[in-house]
């Protein structure tokens, strides 16, 4: 069962959670052993970004975002 914390984050059963980056951008992580975060997944709302729109948002943001959340790269 999913939990959702005061400051809006939503934690689920598997030591994972949701967080709003901006508005209609949600983020899933998972947090590492060494402190950072791994990215399991972007949603994108349909109310706020079309197909097109969402794909150049991540390519504009997504190293931004990766940065932000201490999101480590898959070696």
Not at 5 to 23: S, W, Y
Not at 39 to 50: A, C, D, N
């Amino acid at each position: 069962m999913d939990r959702i914390l005061a400051n809006g984050t939503r934690q689920t059963g598997k030591a994972e959670r949701v967080l709003q980056d901006e508005p209609g951008v949600y983020i899933t992580l998972c947090s590492l052993p060494d402190g950072g975060n791994e990215l399991r997944r972007v949603r994108f709302s349909r109310r706020h970004f079309t197909e097109e729109a969402a794909e150049r948002w991540w390519a504009e943001n997504g190293a931004k975002l990766c940065e932000r959340h201490n999101i480590k790269s898959a070696e």
